[in-house]
Nanobody
């Protein structure tokens, strides 16, 4: 079955860095676009960054210049390098992919990893 397992979250001071990882299994990772979302308390889940199967990337404006999404198709893992973190980056970060099934596209989410930016 499809599994997405995030790791790498934690507590960090403003200006610090974290690298999130999402280990994928149960599907052809190299052919799949991947994305990172986040959800802060009381807020809607929002797209942070995405990467296509061929490595094209897209970022929300607040992440541009600070975050980098990348993938390692040999390790079936997608990463999110986050630098110059701000308190407003505090959220649960989720890995997501959309796969085509017999019944149409289906979205899969990981369990999330907490990122807390505070002094």
């Amino acid at each position: 079955q499809v599994q997405l397992v995030e790791s790498g979250g934690g507590l960090v001071q403003p200006g610090g860095s974290l690298r999130l990882s999402c280990a994928a299994s149960g599907f052809t990772f190299s052919s799949s676009a991947m994305s990172w979302y986040r959800q802060a308390p009381g807020e809607e889940r929002e797209l942070v960054a995405s990467i296509t199967s061929v490595g094209s990337t897209n970022y929300r404006d607040s992440a541009k210049g600070r975050f980098t999404i990348s993938r390692d198709n040999l390790k079936n893992t997608v990463y999110l390098q986050m630098n110059t973190l701000k308190p407003e980056d505090t959220a649960v970060y989720y890995c997501r992919t959309t796969l085509l099934t017999t019944w149409g596209p289906r979205v899969y989410w990981g369990q999330g990893t907490q990122v807390t930016v505070t002094s």
